[in-house]
């Protein structure tokens, strides 16, 4: 994985959604890990869409739970996963 975006805020979306349409033009393989109040952004079709050919990523459980509303269009994971997506990362953006 070239980009790790770890998403925290959902002010970010704007800017998240930027990243990757520009990430799917240069075809840069980035993933995404969302967490806290972001969580929500996992329900988004256009950043689940842009994912979907990425090599991986994970919206954190407990946060979807707390956050999250109906489905989310992104799995389900925890900070392991969290973890191992950072391990392969080149590079980590958050926001």
Do not use: K, Y
């Not at 990243?19 to 033009?25: D, G, I």
């Not at 269009?73 to 392991?80: A, D, K, M, V």
Request: glycine letters at 8%.
């Amino acid at each position: 994985m070239d980009i790790l975006f770890l998403v925290s805020q959902t002010e970010s979306a704007p800017l998240l959604r930027g990243f990757l349409r520009a990430c799917e033009r240069r075809q840069i393989q980035c993933g995404c890990f969302f967490t806290g109040p972001a969580a929500q952004l996992a329900a988004d079709p256009e950043i689940a869409a842009c994912l979907r050919a990425g090599p991986g990523s994970a919206v954190c459980e407990h946060s979807w739970e707390c956050f999250g509303q109906g489905d989310s269009l992104i799995p389900l994971g925890s900070q392991t996963e969290n973890s191992a997506m950072a391990a392969v990362a080149r590079r980590i953006v958050s926001l």
